[in-house]
């Protein structure tokens, strides 16, 4: 297939999709997309006719390459158009729990299921290396920003969690990233990294990642600055998207970093002072816009890649088990660090649960199984990644907002009998979903 026929493919299928979830499911959309994929994948697999239509998607998906498509093309643009609408103020007022999130929660739970798959694959007849747990752990670990932001949309969280939610998922793809490639690198021999390597190679690509979107950012900011043509400045917009994080790959410096930080500077500084409101109004057209359709494509890609992993039933048992370890993992992972900074801070009762379940998998780990070299362990891990996505994106994704209200109600209530009560002495009243 040529790359038109590909492009021309994937967009009519997720119209036709798109439009049979607004017609008849009413779900999410980007839920609705991968859910409505699915099955259909689903049905062509255990339909018992020979489709050509299905060999056409196989061989298409694998022309696309799920890992490269995402890693190094789509992201640029999600990462981007989510970054432009966060607001900084928040953020900043968060920026300790979203680092220490973002960092530690992101090492800690890598650690907690590589431990933990080894010891549950073999319980499913599998033998896998330890050091390739440790390697599905690092790919499983990170939220996925495109979906968290896709189901927080309808979520009704309050600010304040979904501050750190979304804070947390642009920033710990980066880290995770990091982690997972010096994993790789152990795994295939190639590199001897020791515990002060690993830290001086993220802290170049984290914090070379930040000063190159400062810089970026920068650069676009002043040349916005300077004209009032909004034609011009979506195209400015678009070559930062793009050409900013091409560059950063280049120059081995965490590309996702890079660019939501430009996303956020030309979110926020660039919108109040270097943009009229006529190019405001377009310019959050055109990124909406551009959000949406690459989102429905993204999902539902995931949705058809059943297409192209392993169904043998060890596998998939495997990818149900390893669905509660690595809940398990990241109720540890954000629980043990907020336990700590309650000491210095307030946090609303619920918020480890609210985290622990708002920490949807999407579409990068599987990229990033898709990368592994190709054998029985990749063949394992691809399986079982996409068994806890599908869990996370369909199960999480759908109950996520029942359950912030749920949760909501209990923190309103709790805050009454606070205010009825009256403080303790020394003691601060919480806000609702702080």
Known sequence: MTLFEIIATLLSIAAIFSWLNDRYLRLPT?????????????GLLILPFDSGFQADIQQMLEHIRFDDTLLHGLLSFLLFAGALHVDLNDLARQKWVIAILATASVVGATLIIGVGAYVLFPLVGLQVPLIDCFLFGALISPTDPIAVLGVLKNAGAPESLKTKITGESLFNDGVAVVVFLTIAGLASGGH??????????????????????????????????????????????LALATGGYALAEHLHLS??????????????????????????????????????????????????????????????LAGALAIPLVLVARGISVGVPIGIMRRFRSFSTGVVSLLTWAGIRGGI???????????????????????????????????????????????????A????????AGETPQKPGA
């Open 255 to 316: 590309a996702p970093i890079a660019i939501v930080v430009a996303g956020l500077l030309i979110g926020n500084q660039g919108r109040k002072r270097a943009m009229s409101e006529k190019t405001r109004q377009h310019l959050d057209d055109f990124w909406e816009l551009v959000d949406e359709v690459l989102n429905a494509v993204l999902f539902v890609l995931i949705g058809l890649e059943v297409l192209v992993i392993s169904l043998s039933l060890d596998h998939l």
């Open 192 to 237: 001897d990294i020791s515990t002060l390597g690993f830290l001086e190679l993220l802290g170049r690509e984290a914090i070379g990642g930040v000063l190159f979107g400062l810089v970026t950012g920068g650069l676009a900011f002043l040349m916005l600055y300077r004209i009032d043509n909004y034609q011009v400045e979506v195209l400015v917009t």
């Open 417 to 424: 009998r606070t205010s009825l009560a009256g403080p303790r």
């Open 365 to 415: 780990s599987v990229a990033l199984a898709l990368s592994l070299p190709h054998g029985e362990t990749r063949d394992i891990l691809v399986t079982v990644t996409y068994v806890i996505v599908v869990f996370s994106i369909l199960v999480q994704g759908l109950t996520l907002g029942p359950l912030v209200r749920v949760m909501g109600a209990r923190a309103e209530r709790e805050l």
């Open 30 to 42: 980007t839920i609705g997309l991968m859910l409505i994929a699915l099955l259909v994948s689903l």
